[in-house]
């Protein structure tokens, strides 16, 4: 009798092991933020700006739909995707995600460190090109609603090649006097955000610090090394405020611990 309890309880330990493990690296959770300034136009107070950031090509349900439902939720008016979409070469998940994505809103998406490396970026590229996903290497494009805008930038990830002297200076020139969002990969760039003086940025990358403990945060972040600063949440440096994504899917290290994969969703408000 004792054995069969020892050996029950120890398959409902291991179940609940499983399941929580499973949870951790599968389960989405949402995040909220508002950003209230005085150059959010009337028009745009209250639009809704989704960010998916480092999907690494990693599957949410069947073609993606517990993901997109997540974002349908929320109807969003922008949906953002602030790098590492694919995992080296593999894509499928990536594209069935943004194609799809591209139908509920306008979508601007920068690539990351892992497009960079990837032998198949041109094709990605094309086809995101094709589904209606606006790319943003370098170069910006402005929202306009009933005569009021507001500025999306995105910059190439420096894996790609090491940022020119005054890229961020000559990118932030563009509405300058409107609100500008920028959309750039690497969160721990922040001062070099701030000097640029754009007043929004959207990052990723550190995927969270892939395990986090209460009190301390994220233990490893790539370019940050342990213990981080910038892994998730806003930050905010002078009159920029950066919001971090803790990602969603993983890479080289496969486990999330107090970390699940993160949606942001962040609402405009006028001052």
């Known amino acids: 009798m004792w054995i069969a309890l020892v050996a029950l309880v120890s398959a409902a330990l291991v179940a609940a092991l499983g ?5 951790q690296n599968n389960g989405l959770s949402v995040s909220r933020y508002s950003y209230e300034s005085h ?6 107070d209250g639009f809704c700006i989704v960010q998916v950031s480092d999907l690494h090509n990693k599957a949410f349900g069947k073609e993606q739909e517990r993901l997109l439902r997540l974002i349908d939720a929320e109807q969003p008016d922008l949906v953002v995707i602030t790098g590492d979409l694919v995992d080296n070469s593999a894509m499928e998940n990536a594209l069935c995600f943004a194609k799809q994505a591209a139908g509920m809103a306008t979508c601007c998406y920068v690539p990351g460190n892992h497009e960079a490396r990837s032998p ?5 590229r094309q086809e995101l090109q094709e589904a209606g996903v606006q790319l943003l290497e370098n170069s910006a494009i402005s929202l306009e609603k009933q005569g009021e805008r507001i500025w ?4 190439l990830d420096p894996a790609f090649s090491p940022w020119e ?3 961020l200076d000559r990118l932030a020139s563009e509405g300058e006097g409107e609100l500008r969002i920028l959309l750039s990969h690497r969160p721990d760039r922040l001062e070099a955000y701030a000097s640029s003086g754009v007043e929004l940025v959207f990052s990723g990358h550190a995927h969270g610090g892939q395990i986090r403990l209460p009190g301390i945060g994220g233990l ?5 090394g342990l213990f981080p600063k910038y892994t998730s949440g806003m930050h905010q440096e002078e009159g920029t405020t950066l919001v971090i994504s803790r990602g969603l899917g993983n890479s080289a290290f496969p ?9 942001v969703v962040l609402r405009l408000q006028s001052a």
């Open 220 to 224: 490893f972040a790539p370019d940050q």
């Open 120 to 124: 198949s970026y041109a094709k990605l």
């Open 19 to 23: 399941w929580f493990l499973w949870d």
């Open 165 to 167: 002297e005054g890229l």
């Open 39 to 44: 150059l959010v136009p009337s028009q745009f």
């Open 152 to 155: 999306v930038l995105g910059v």
């Open 255 to 263: 486990l999330r611990l107090f970390n699940r994969p993160e949606l």
